[in-house]
């Protein structure tokens, strides 16, 4: 939405029998997401229920303008990890929503909101 870059998914994908393709692994780094132009636009989310989606994550962020192409989950081997990255509209709204948001509760877990580093 905001331009957030797009993903560089490591997806083993199989075709069927009805040429369609189908997830069978799929690791999705936040890092490759991260760089210099958007690293004060997106938060990081650390400690996440493994059950936690798009959904819950942007209900999360509710008093802030996010879509669901802005919410990237980490995931290892198909499995999510606990963490998240979410792009904001602005730097400003970036630092709004981590003053507000860090150490509050997704379900029972409280997560950490920080604006993460750029990989090198």
């Known amino acids: 939405m905001f331009g957030t870059p797009q993903p560089t998914f490591h997806d083993e994908v199989q075709i069927n029998d009805e040429s369609r393709p189908q997830k069978q692994f799929g690791n999705v780094r936040l890092t490759d997401f991260i760089t210099e132009d958007n690293k004060f636009r997106c938060l990081k989310m650390r400690g996440l229920p493994f059950s936690a989606d798009v959904r819950q994550i942007r209900d999360f962020f509710g008093d802030f303008r996010v879509a669901e192409r802005d919410v990237i989950?980490?995931?290892?081997?198909?499995?999510?990890?606990?963490?998240?990255?979410?792009?904001?509209?602005?730097?400003?709204?970036?630092?709004?929503?981590?003053?507000?948001?860090?150490?509050?509760?997704?379900?029972?877990?409280?997560?950490d909101v920080f604006f993460p580093e750029v990989k090198k």
């Open 73 to 111: 989950i980490d995931k290892q081997h198909g499995a999510p990890t606990g963490y998240a990255l979410v792009f904001l509209e602005s730097e400003e709204e970036a630092q709004r929503a981590k003053k507000a948001l860090d150490r509050q509760f997704v379900g029972k877990r409280y997560v």
